[in-house]
């Protein structure tokens, strides 16, 4: 294999507020098989005026009797919280990320010695913020949801001018709806994206279920990032469009599974596991009927059976027409 896929884990908030829940959460992702687990790390304030409105699946997940402020503002995690969680992934063998969604929260972040940045989508038209982030200097994931390619194209170059280089960032395909329905997912539109921008790709899964970011394993997707939850019944925005426990460990087996059987030479050609099976499962030119010694070999007195171990059949023209140099019995190898 060329590249290990990098998969995400995504707590987001799926916390709901609690620390003990946050460690919870750590403990599921390193027990599934994770590189990574991520929350999200915000100043509600920051982020959100009191009057803004929850998304439709916002509502259909947490109701209507609150604002995007109220709701986002119970789901906050304070900086010492990040601290302990960063702690507690450590302690249990995972790596540690979280998007900021502030100035303060990715100077905060910064202080974590992250491995890398992820830029959420929603961001990806945040001039500043963008700027903000190159300016770490660190490697960069940017998801891409609700933009065109444009749009992307724009956020690169402006996190190139900003001092990153181009081997710095990877593009994930998103979309921004949970659950993602199927007919949206729109998978090719990831190797546009490498085509266009000849970069790392990746992609960030809405979907239920796991087929989707396996497939984009398959097409060639290094890193892969999906929501999980403790409950699905959980109150909260993002709970009903994410894995829980073991279906998160199934993901990361699969998509392990999906690196190994593209991980080959790429030549067609026997593999050391099925060389020993062509012996039996393949055929040879044998007697059809008894034969004796001087006789013509025919279509009548000849046939092709297994095992391979005897003349080759894609010699039959050649062997018809000669004669038995012995005696054969019906089913000998010729």
């Not at 394993?217 to 699905?232: S, Y």
């Not at 993002?238 to 894995?243: E, I, T, W």
């Not at 699969?254 to 055929?283: H, M, Q, Y």
Request: charged share 25%; net charge negative; with cysteine.
């Amino acid at each position: 294999m060329k590249h290990k896929t990098i998969i995400i884990a995504e707590a987001g908030v799926n916390h709901n507020g609690s620390l003990e829940n946050a460690k919870k959460l750590v403990e599921i992702a390193a027990g599934a098989g994770a590189d990574f687990v991520k929350f999200q790390t915000f100043k509600t304030e920051l982020n959100i005026t009191k009057n803004a409105k929850k998304a439709e699946y916002q509502e259909l997940s947490t109701g209507i009797g609150e604002s995007q402020f109220e709701m986002v503002k119970k789901l906050e995690l304070s900086f010492d919280d990040f601290t302990i969680v960063k702690d507690y992934c450590d302690s249990c063998g995972i790596g540690f990320l979280s998007t900021g969604f502030d100035t303060p929260s990715l100077d905060f972040l910064e202080t974590l010695n992250p491995k890398f940045y992820k830029i959420p989508s929603g961001e990806i038209t945040n001039l500043p913020y963008l700027k903000k982030i190159a300016s770490f200097g660190r490697d960069v994931v940017m998801s891409t949801g609700m933009a065109s390619m444009e749009e992307v194209r724009n956020a690169f170059n402006i996190l190139k001018k900003a001092g990153l280089e181009k081997g710095q960032i990877s593009i994930v395909h998103c979309n921004t709806e949970y659950p993602t329905p199927m007919e949206d997912v729109n998978l090719k539109a990831m190797l546009h994206i490498k085509n266009e921008l000849d970069v790392e790709i990746g992609y960030s899964d809405h979907t239920l279920g796991i087929e989707v970011p396996t497939a984009a394993v398959a097409l060639g997707a290094t890193i892969i990032e999906k929501h999980f939850t403790i409950d699905r019944n959980m109150t909260g925005p993002d709970h009903s469009a994410s894995l829980e426990a073991n279906e998160l460990k199934s993901m990361v087996n699969a998509i392990r599974n999906i690196e190994k059987a593209i991980g080959g030479s790429g030549i067609k050609e026997p593999s050391l596991s099925e060389s020993k099976n062509k012996s039996i499962v393949r055929k040879s030119i044998v007697a059809a009927t008894d034969i004796k010694k001087g006789e013509t070999f025919s279509e009548i007195n000849l046939s092709v059976k297994r095992p391979g171990t005897g003349i080759d059949p894609m010699t039959w023209y050649d062997v018809l027409g000669t004669k038995a140099s012995k005696d054969y019995k019906q089913d000998d190898p010729i």
